[in-house]
């Protein structure tokens, strides 16, 4: 490759290679407590733009945002877990505060599921009160036994929400519409990664839902990713909870809620999906840094010139900066800058500057290509709009290409060894489906003839996509 | 007041009146373990605004944003207290996880400084990496034994910075541009409070700072609310945590350290600096809800134009809503606005459609107007910026009329029951601030004769503000 192995291979070894990104572009470390995660800057800016976009998308869809407590009675989590079937988190539990034991234990929460049922019981008295949308970011707990950075950590951040509705109905169509208007369309058009969106099958389903819809992103490994997923709870968690309503002709009615999800993972499925041998390839709309303006050489008019276009693209919203640093060498420079995976590098050097002239190096497609001075910014800005459309074509094609059509379970394990599957969900029984996952596959979704999200099980012509998954 | 006493009194019963705004205005409530709080939609629309003007100085200011884990290895809190005299959290103890007992029990953040010193010990190494200005938005854990909401809740959500300096002058110029660059203007400019900066005593300064600048605001009350502090840590820090460096003549040095915070409880001091015996009074720069346009009567061309209105309010980026809930009564509806705090009310019946106009009404001045419709946008985004100015300008008159000049220590203290008392800084010792403090008041700052922050204790002409605190 003509540059030195700092990065593992990603062909040959995609966890080590996983890992190195993770460090060396400086997202994330360990903390000090086995599991738990210190996300440095430049990881953090990815997730603080996530979070303003999502949020958006959330507000446009008429939630509001709460915040509940950290520390949940025990007693809470027991009363679920006994609703629940299959509830069972890795709890965290606080037994001692202010210097004393305490009466009862107190859980972190692994979740805010039992709070929201609190509270909604709370505030929803009148089907006036109806629809009740409400969303919340925070921070969670699940012990882990296996973490790893960004994919499964002790602590994460997420945002959850919880809706009542009046009518089973709308509470079907609010979970497809957070799926598909704010999960997909974020991940489409910020992350620049198209995903997979169907129903989960019985099994795959979230403990308590009566529907689980989701958003499969392929990874670079051929492994499946669940980046965020969305929930018809039917009448049981209102019924958990007591969150009942008088009905306009004055009965009373238990709500029907929803719930949904997405985390701090999602910064993992960016790594996998976009990053290549040279590291991260981050599409613009996330990049905490757009541009980033190399100089080669610590010359006045150089410095001077830099400072001057990172100025005009600044004007124009674009977020650049100027790497001044010359006690390294330059090789290793735009190693590094490549590593952190900003889409465009500027590359500026005496000659450059004396010719007005500049390099412009696209960090997806790695090409060069000279440009006057003058025009930089209206290329650059072109460039930009270019390369998060580029890396959607590139994941879409890769996504195409990544499902077999298969007819049988044997044939679809074997795809899925290097992808996803495709096969007729006739195929799917309980029997097909616990042999699929003695081979470590799973269920994806469950999607229609047009890829679509089913509206039931029951229709005809469902295909089901089978994969491994993270 | 011609209106049916809905709020405790704020004259007659300040706490109960606080109370009562924060329940009835919907606020927050408690949550199910003791001390913890539910922040409910329209306060947790008061902190997005804050976090996000908040936010934007900080990074204006060059701090760039980490998240550092909710839980810290018991040991890190105990290699504090040794280090750090006076150290004292009152802390939460999670001695169990996945079901089994921990080895070493962990501490719920009480704040992220022990984490803060580990992080930056491995990140500086050279005089290249300083300054290294850090930012974390979180939640914390200390236990109250008597809280009260927003004020000191056992659960609080902040920022804490803390940065690293090459020299003793970059820390202090440091600590003093976020005083006044971020939390005095944002506080100015955005929660229309003036504040009073300036040092703390030795007496009231954070536990191991070797000084520490705050932003004092006067309640209605006559008490002060301490709404943010900054502090210089000298080498106190650094030396705790190893934060050293590489010194450009190759010496190694220990770090400059500063820290510097502002939490939920700024809602509190938002309630009680600008409410008045209807509620809330919220500056439009803060509000949730800018515009209430209520309706009078459920008319077509009643409901039209209000939501006419509404739109080409939106569309000039202003938060306009309508009350259409004709179920409520009209004068139930305008207490329960007033109570909100939105800063304009528009009231829209049939006669007033008909006649092309409609009736602002003024949350500050609770003054009333007839406009003509054609005209009201305009009218309203003039308001929105007057109403902006005149809360700021009420709460200055507020405070300069709530400074007493004193010259001496008992007359400081009968001053400090109605407000603060100014008095010559060469008054206060030890023995009198000991004095002070059996009296319940406390020494809020220390200011140079224009009302500055002074540049140490030992200037001439300095002033001490004193008075009751929350």
């Excluded at 001692?96 to 979740?111: D, F, M, V, Y």
């Amino acid at each position: 490759m003509g540059q030195p192995a700092i990065l593992k291979s990603q062909r040959d070894d995609f966890p080590g290679w996983y890992q190195d990104v993770v460090a060396k572009a400086e997202l994330a470390e360990n903390g000090a407590v086995r599991g738990t995660m210190v996300i440095r800057p430049y990881g953090y800016g990815l997730w603080e733009r996530m979070q303003s976009e999502l949020d958006a998308r959330i507000k446009r869809a008429g939630a509001e945002n709460v915040y509940l407590p950290l520390l949940i009675p025990y007693s809470y989590i027991q009363k679920e877990a006994e609703h629940v079937k299959g509830f069972k988190f890795e709890l965290a539990t606080v037994t001692h505060a202010g210097g004393k034991q305490l009466e009862e234990a107190l859980t972190i929460r692994p979740s805010s599921e039992t709070l929201f049922g609190d509270v909604m019981a709370r505030w929803v008295q009148s089907h006036r009160d109806l629809p009740l949308l409400l969303n919340q970011w925070a921070n969670v707990v699940r012990w882990e036994l296996r973490p790893r950075l960004f994919l499964r950590t002790t602590e994460f951040l997420w945002q959850e929400g919880h809706t009542a509705h009046a009518t089973a109905a709308g509470a079907s169509a609010y979970a497809l519409r957070i799926l598909t208007d704010v999960y997909q369309d974020f991940m489409g058009r910020v992350l620049a990664l198209p995903v997979l969106v169907g129903r989960k099958t019985r099994r795959e389903r979230f403990a308590g839902a009566v529907n689980t819809l989701t958003c499969e992103a392929l990874m670079r490994d051929g492994k499946a990713l669940q980046m965020a997923t969305s929930h018809e709870l039917g009448q049981n968690f209102s019924r958990a909870f007591g969150i009942n309503f008088a009905d306009s002709d004055g009965s009373q009615q238990f709500a029907w809620t929803t719930s949904w999800g997405s985390s701090t993972r999602m910064i993992g499925g960016l790594i996998m999906a976009h990053g290549d041998e040279y590291g991260l390839r981050l599409p613009p709309m996330i990049a905490p840094v757009q541009v980033v303006i190399v100089v080669v050489h610590d010359e006045p008019a150089v410095l001077r010139v830099a400072d001057q276009l990172a100025r005009h693209l600044i004007d124009q919203g674009i977020r650049a900066r100027v790497d001044r640093d010359l006690t390294r060498s330059l090789g290793r420079r735009i190693i590094d800058w490549e590593l952190k995976g900003v889409p465009i590098r500027v590359e500026l050097g005496s000659r450059d500057v004396a010719a007005h002239r500049c390099v412009l190096v696209r960090r997806d497609t790695r090409s060069k290509e000279s440009v006057a001075e003058s025009e930089a910014v209206a290329l650059i800005g072109g460039a930009l709009s270019a390369i998060q459309q580029n890396l959607y074509e590139d994941r879409l094609q890769a996504l195409r290409a990544g499902i077999i059509e298969t007819s049988s379970i044997e044939a679809a394990i074997e795809a899925a060894q290097r992808g996803f599957a495709r096969l007729p969900y006739a195929l799917i029984t309980e029997e097909s489906e616990a042999a699929l996952a003695q081979r470590g596959v799973t269920v994806r979704c469950i999607q229609d003839s047009d890829g679509h999200v089913p509206t039931s099980e029951d229709q005809p012509g469902l295909t089901a996509i089978v994969g491994r998954a993270y």
